[in-house]
């Protein structure tokens, strides 16, 4: 191992953080959380993570001090949880903002509640963390270890929420993104916690110096190594388009504030409506609309049907988000869905979307909350019906010379979040469509965030992705995570361009979480296996 001896600043932070216990302890966590927030979009400061996890080994020292180690080292990753939620996670509050005559009374509660819960996985991870805590540079493996499976929970379980993971804090370059082909945003986010709490292998948990960490060397490493796949992978010609493809994506820019009042329905509708005239410009293939974008059923409106079908150029089509309903086994069920509709005014294809935002889209527990006066964030009673699942849909060849039929998975807004299940099985599509209508976070962080997510996606995939928002941010986005053009939050206008052509299928699109597993497999089996085989720590006062 090379030598490589800690800097007073880092045995004083050490000696600091690790002293700490009670509410002092919980404060220095919660900061340390909610600057780690920084390292998401629209920042990416992702070198504040060497501060703030190294800072959280630190503080799990002291926490095994105690006379309740899990106790308090649930405390402290509670606290930090809460920190990185709250600050990462406030753009939720603007969706209680739409409807305040219904919803405001709910936003302290939301702002205590959102955070606090996820802040629970945080929790665990620093508890299952000190149990199996030792006072060398292990202990940096074993953190990244527990806070990874704790991540990788939080995206899967209760219906996941896999937003603001660590890996996604390398978005801040194309080259960066690179390595999510293989091993996916939860093989970026382990090395990400590695390589960053690594640091805090120079200082034992004791306070001791410990020059000898080559471990250390990973936060400098992995930037490079990963700005290294990444330029060697990523071409530095622009991708070709599919042959016969040309679309036209639609920002109308509605606030959500404005959607549904009677006096602005023409012209929200004419901000839809108006941009699918060609008025000299070359003609399109494909117009692409947000999610939910007109504010009724357009499949039981025949005269706005009819509107689109003359507004089209001939053999266009129109891709929307648009609620529908069936009637299944004597009830209605309503549908966050997507539709093709063509030249002629009628709907050829059509998607249900299939995981749901619950409280947004659907009311868990729904009786008894309503009972107490909870309604969706959405408005009304009831909720949406899930669909069957992602699925590829294939359009007939349009009218342009060399056209052929195309194959694209429809997403509609959270749905892209979720990596690793934004593709059919055994249906590969040539390209992602993501409608969504980020308009109810206002002028905040999310829609960066959005934006970033659905970046990563097409890294991992190797497809590119269409994204219409309905205030923006609205995007064309290459297999290699590169935006080809976009429009800006809160503008109105079109985007004119091609799909890029996909790449073969990547690592990830093939074996998808496999190399992630094995890691952590491997991690779990070295860990578990040393627990009973490394030297005691007795007598060390860390212990």
């Known amino acids: 191992m090379a030598s490589f001896a800690p800097t007073p600043f880092l045995l004083s932070a050490q000696s600091v953080l690790a002293a700490l216990s009670g509410w002092r302890a919980g404060l220095a966590a919660f900061v340390l959380g909610a600057f780690s927030a920084l390292a998401m979009a629209p ?34 990753g509670w606290a930090f949880g809460f920190g990185y939620c709250a600050f990462g996670f406030y753009w939720i509050g603007y969706s209680f903002l739409v409807q305040p005559e219904a919803h405001l009374w709910l936003l302290p509660f939301a702002a205590a509640t959102f955070p606090g819960g996820l802040a629970l996985f945080f929790a665990a991870a620093f508890a299952l963390s000190a149990w199996f805590w030792r006072c ?23 219906t996941g929420l896999p937003w603001n993971l660590f890996g996604y804090t390398w978005g ?26 690594a640091p805090a292998a120079l200082v034992r948990a004791n306070g001791a110096v410990q020059p000898r960490a080559l471990l250390a060397w990973g936060a400098i490493a992995l930037p490079v190594l ?106 209605t069920q309503f549908f966050n869905g997507f539709h093709a509709v063509n030249d002629q005014g009628s709907v050829i294809a059509s998607y249900a979307k299939s995981h749901l935002v619950p409280f947004g889209e659907y009311l868990p527990f729904g009786s008894l909350l309503e009972s107490l006066g909870i309604t969706k964030i959405t408005g009304g009673k009831g909720g949406y019906t899930s669909g069957p699942g992602v699925r590829s849909l294939t359009l007939p060849p349009s009218f342009l010379k060399g056209a052929q039929k195309t194959t694209f998975g429809p997403l509609i807004c959270y749905e892209i979040v979720f990596s690793g299940n934004v593709v059919e099985p055994g249906n ?33 995939e190797g497809l590119s992705v269409v994204r219409a928002a309905n205030t923006g941010i609205s995007a064309i986005i290459d297999p290699y995570g590169r935006v080809v053009a976009s429009l800006p939050l809160g503008t109105q206008g079109v985007i004119d361009g ?21 890691a952590m497999a491997a991690m779990a089996v070295w860990i578990g296996w040393g627990r009973r085989r490394w030297p005691s720590d007795a007598g060390d006062p860390n212990r």
Do not use: C
């Not at 060398?136 to 939080?154: G, H, K, M, N």
């Not at 960066?176 to 090395?191: P, R």
């Open 498 to 518: 091609g799909v890029p052509t996909p790449l073969h299928p990547t690592g990830y699109a093939r074996w998808g979480n496999v190399l992630y597993a094995f």
């Open 226 to 331: 990963l700005f290294t796949f990444g330029w060697l992978r990523v071409p530095s010609k622009p991708q070709a388009g599919i042959a016969g493809i040309a679309l036209r994506v639609v920002q109308p820019d509605v606030p959500q504030t404005e959607k549904w009042k009677s006096e602005l329905a023409q012209r929200n509708w004419q901000r839809l409506i108006e941009p699918l005239a060609l008025n000299g410009q070359a003609p399109y293939t494909h117009a692409v609309w947000p999610e939910a974008a007109p504010p009724f059923i357009l499949s039981e409106h025949a005269d706005a049907l009819r509107m689109i079908g003359i507004a089209l150029p001939r053999g266009a089509v129109l891709m929307t988000g648009s609620v529908f309903r069936e009637r299944r086994d004597g009830d």
């Open 428 to 460: 590969r599509p040539d390209w992602l469509v993501n409608l969504t209508d980020d308009s109810w976070f206002g002028p905040s962080t999310g829609p960066y965030q959005h934006l970033g997510i659905s970046r990563m996606r097409a890294v991992e």
């Open 43 to 76: 920042f990416y400061v992702f070198p504040i993570l060497i501060l703030t996890l190294s800072g959280s080994v630190w503080l799990l020292d002291g926490a095994v001090r105690q006379r309740r180690p899990l106790r308090a080292a649930a405390w402290r």
């Open 172 to 197: 801040v370059s194309v080259e960066t993104m690179q390595f999510a082909s293989i091993a996916g945003v939860y093989g970026l986010t382990f090395a990400t916690l590695i390589a960053f709490a």
């Open 136 to 158: 060398d540079w292990r202990r940096v493996l074993i953190f990244a270890f527990a806070l990874s499976a704790t991540e990788w929970l939080r995206g899967n379980i209760f």
